[in-house]
């Protein structure tokens, strides 16, 4: 149905449209998602922020905070 309203060109994997495109010479790639942890790669530590700059920003969104609230005797 969508096909016929022109929603859609077809329907189909990657690898039979790219072969259907291009002929049966196509050499798809696979892209790795996950980097492998080497040796010398720190574990990720799960509840640990990893920007070291986080503390900082809060402390100074809280000075900038505490400022305003004090202009107005708060």
Request: aromatic residues 10%; hydrophobic residues 50%.
């Amino acid at each position: 149905m969508a096909l016929a309203r022109g929603l859609i060109d077809g329907i189909g994997d990657l690898r039979s449209v790219m072969r259907a495109r291009f002929g049966d010479n196509v050499r798809l790639v696979p892209i790795a998602t996950e980097r492998r942890r080497r040796w010398w790669m720190p574990r990720a530590r799960p509840f640990v922020e990893r920007d070291p700059w986080t503390p900082v920003a809060d402390l100074i969104g809280w000075l900038e905070a505490r400022a305003l609230w004090a202009r107005f005797g708060l």
